[in-house]
């Protein structure tokens, strides 16, 4: 049985939320919501943290499984996971000592969704890095 002809949930909203830059400008609203998730993932740290987490077998990865990689102190991971999650980025639970981790996909699909280019735009900026008029 094939998958093909099944919708893919919330992807109409992920389209309507956020059209790639080079067809239309950001409303304020927007832009300060994605500004938020960019420069969570401006500090390489966080931008690490969401990797170990998003490639974690499983999808979700224990706190405690992500100290280790870092030469900071589980106080500054701590502080990482809470602006990666406010930024909307990842989830978290408690699960009786630990807090457990995973990247929420339609964040990841509005920031990959702002920032495709058209085909039209593409072949601009080629034509316009090429000195073509």
Same mark, same amino acid.
């Given at each position: 049985?094939?998958?093909?002809?099944?919708?893919?949930?919330?992807?109409? !909203?992920?389209?309507?939320?956020?059209?790639?830059?080079?067809?239309?400008?950001? !409303?304020?609203?927007?832009?300060?919501?994605?500004?938020?998730?960019?420069?969570?993932?401006?500090?390489?740290?966080?931008?690490?943290?969401?990797?170990?987490?998003?490639?974690?077998?499983?999808?979700?990865?224990?706190?405690?499984?992500?100290?280790?990689?870092?030469?900071?102190?589980?106080?500054?991971?701590?502080?990482?996971?809470?602006?990666?999650?406010?930024?909307?980025?990842?989830?978290?639970?408690?699960?009786?000592?630990?807090?457990?981790?995973?990247?929420?996909?339609?964040?990841?699909?509005?920031?990959?969704?702002?920032?495709?280019?058209? !085909?039209?735009?593409?072949?601009?900026?080629? !034509?316009?890095?090429?000195?073509?008029?």
């Amino acid at each position: 049985m094939s998958n093909s002809g099944l919708p893919v949930i919330g992807q109409d !909203d992920q389209a309507a939320c956020c059209s790639p830059m080079v067809r239309e400008p950001l !409303d304020e609203e927007a832009a300060a919501a994605l500004a938020k998730m960019f420069k969570a993932l401006s500090d390489p740290v966080r931008l690490r943290l969401l990797s170990l987490i998003a490639s974690h077998e499983g999808g979700e990865a224990c706190v405690c499984d992500l100290i280790g990689p870092f030469d900071v102190s589980q106080p500054t991971i701590s502080h990482h996971l809470k602006v990666l999650r406010e930024a909307g980025l990842v989830g978290s639970e408690r699960r009786g000592t630990w807090v457990y981790y995973w990247v929420l996909p339609a964040a990841l699909a509005q920031l990959s969704s702002l920032l495709q280019a058209t !085909d039209e735009a593409v072949a601009a900026g080629v !034509d316009r890095a090429a000195g073509v008029a």
